[in-house]
């Protein structure tokens, strides 16, 4: 297979989710390369265009905000915060903190890591209004990177940050499937203040470079792929995200004011499995998998 | 204690790669029974490839290693220092878990046709490992580096086996998650001599890649061992076992205390992997390299309780 062949062979992976990439492992090294071009090429960019020295950001870029320009000089606007050399690169925490003038006036944040296989990690829509001061969430890092995130403020300004981050193997990493519980189970685990709520999502999350070791395969990619939380009826955070989410996808939202309840959860993945929950205040809640899988 | 762990050290900078067969020392701690001790360095600082320690036991019939380092060339070392102590052939190559510094030199040991033994989830694990061994570590093989270098199980341990040296038994115990998913203690008990693997950790702060509280469970079982000697993964040979495992217990308590708590306080991760565990800090050589990796992973284990 030339580039362009296996660019679609792994996009037909990760955008319909068949099947995994089942070539021979001496060629597993190219699909990390081929991945990144597909990811570009399934959203409309020429199959045969080489892909940019440091990382897939160049394209992405040119994909999702043409020649627009960007702020990046005020870290007091929005901060990225990452590990500089993460512990643990299948759960490398990214928290995104937004400055004074920026809560309640971003509407929308994209997350790329730019050397992962899949670079766009997250497309988050800040529900109008909504005075979030914090939005963290946990991230497989392949390589060492640049993570960015990119802010569209309600008046339609582009504003990025970034975060260099060191790692290894994140996106292979085998699946620690630890403690206890089934996939869509949630749990909303709220701060003493009620200003603050995590919400997670039982779910392997694969990335689709993780090996079965019973055929030494990959495992073909099956992740989270919408969520949206309304809080008291009213938008709060709505999640576009990847592979590049970690397994158990984790999100945890601080807030400027309580955040008012209840908080609705709808989820589903990428084999079109829909998840539901709700918290109606009070303490941490366990909500199980139910209805809607498949 | 460490004897000759300077001299090795000095070597390793000053002759890279010849230094593990030039300064390989066993030592015998109970009758037939052979230990070489790796160095308390860095996963990724010079003679990394000699960290885990190693072992041999010379049965009458023939001999069992346990665990072969870190590099083929570790295996090497191993191998020639067995070839000074006998002419007894290998017939069983013993691994106590999946870990890059303990099965790495297995391959040294191919051509005397051994069996390799593990837990029964072993040879799943290695498969998970193959390419992240080969991408990460390709100084360690052979040149050029490759994944058939890597030697998985032929001999499964799913939860109790016994091998046979002749005139002496070796007893095999597979455990379920704890410092890895495929963890395997080997006791000689005509000698009493517990090779606990990565299951204990001695002056080296523990990693954990497994389950925290199934490491727990494994540490209580084993802190009841009858054996004189506990052979630690990493760290000096212990001759109290019943105290060999008291400081890793405190350590991965304090993991587990912590992180209940940040999570009971609504905390995320990332806050937890600064707060837990500094407690511990000063106790342990290497601490900063592997703590917040684990507490990440606790937080992971405990957070869906």
Redesign the interface.
């Known amino acids: 297979m030339d580039i362009a062949e296996r660019a679609a062979y792994v996009r037909d992976d990760v955008r319909r989710e068949q099947r995994g990439p089942l070539m021979p492992r001496s060629k597993r090294h190219a699909i990390h390369l081929a991945a990144a071009l597909a990811f570009a090429t399934a959203d409309g960019i020429a199959a045969d265009a080489p892909p940019a020295s440091g990382g897939a950001w160049q394209m992405l870029r040119t994909h999702f905000y043409g020649n627009r320009e960007f702020g990046e000089v005020d870290e007091a606007f929005m901060h990225v915060e990452a590990p500089n050399a993460t512990p643990d690169p299948s759960a490398t925490p990214v928290s995104l903190r937004f400055g004074k003038d920026a809560i309640g006036k971003v509407r929308q944040v994209r997350v790329i890591i730019d050397n992962n296989p899949s670079p766009v990690v997250a497309t988050l829509d800040v529900g109008a209004g909504q005075p979030i001061a914090e939005i963290d969430f946990r991230v497989r890092v392949d390589r060492a990177t640049n993570v960015r995130a990119i802010a569209e403020t309600t008046d339609g300004k582009l504003e990025m940050r970034s975060a260099w981050v060191r790692a290894e193997g994140g996106c292979s990493a085998p699946p620690t499937s630890s403690g206890e519980g089934k996939t869509g189970d949630v749990r909303f685990r709220p701060g003493d203040d009620g200003k603050s709520l995590q919400v997670g999502i039982r779910h392997p999350n694969y990335s689709g470079f993780q090996i079965d070791p019973k055929t030494g395969d990959p495992i073909p990619p099956h992740y989270v792929s919408q969520v949206t939380l309304m809080s008291a009826g009213k938008p709060l955070l709505a999640i576009e995200s990847g592979i590049s989410i970690s397994e158990n996808p984790t999100f945890r939202i601080v807030s400027e004011q309580p955040i008012a309840t209840p908080v609705t959860l709808e989820a589903s993945d990428s084999k079109d499995a829909h998840f539901s929950a709700t918290w109606n205040g009070g303490a941490s809640k366990s909500v199980a998998a139910a209805g809607g899988m498949r | 204690m460490h004897r000759g762990v300077g001299l090795a050290l000095a070597l390793a900078s000053a002759c890279g790669a010849a230094s593990a067969t030039t300064t390989f020392d066993v030592r015998e701690v109970a009758k037939g029974v052979f230990v070489h001790e790796g160095r308390t360095v860095a996963l990724d600082a010079p003679g990394h490839d000699d960290i885990a320690n190693l072992g041999f036991v010379l049965g009458a019939r023939c001999v069992a290693v346990i665990d072969t380092g870190g590099s083929v060339r570790t295996g090497r070392a191993l191998r020639d220092a067995i070839a000074q102590h006998t002419k007894l052939p290998i017939c069983y190559v013993v691994n106590t878990h999946v870990h890059v510094d303990h099965v790495l030199g297995n391959a040294a040991f191919r051509n005397a046709k051994p069996k390799f033994v593990g837990n029964a989830t072993l040879?799943?694990?290695i498969?998970?490992?193959?390419?992240?061994f080969v991408?990460?570590y390709p100084d360690d093989f052979d040149a050029p580096a490759s994944?058939d270098q890597i030697i998985g199980p032929d001999t499964t341990v799913a939860s109790t086996r016994e091998l046979d040296l002749g005139g002496r038994t070796l007893q095999l115990r597979a455990w379920p998650?704890a410092h890895t998913d495929s963890d395997l203690s080997v006791e000689v008990p005509d000698a009493g001599v517990l090779f606990a693997g990565d299951l204990l950790f001695i002056d080296r702060v523990p990693a954990l890649d497994g389950?925290a509280k199934g490491w727990l469970a494994a540490i209580d079982a084993l802190a009841r061992t009858n054996a004189k000697i506990v052979v630690p993964g990493h760290g000096p040979v212990s001759h109290e076992p019943a105290t060999a495992f008291a400081p890793e217990r405190r350590y991965l308590q304090a993991l587990i205390d912590g992180v209940r708590k940040e999570?009971?306080?609504?905390?995320?991760?990332?806050d937890a992997?600064v707060h837990v565990g500094q407690s511990e800090k000063a106790l342990w050589p290497l601490f900063d390299t592997a703590n917040?990796?684990n507490?990440?992973?606790v937080y992971?284990?405990?957070?869906?309780?």
């Not at chain 2, 999570?263 to 990332?270: F, L, N």
């Not at chain 2, 992971?300 to 309780?305: A, D, K, R």
């Open positions: 040879a799943a694990a498969e998970s490992s193959r390419r992240y991408e990460h994944a998650k389950s999570i009971a306080e609504g905390k995320p991760i990332d992997t917040a990796h507490v990440s992973r992971q284990e405990l957070e869906w309780e």
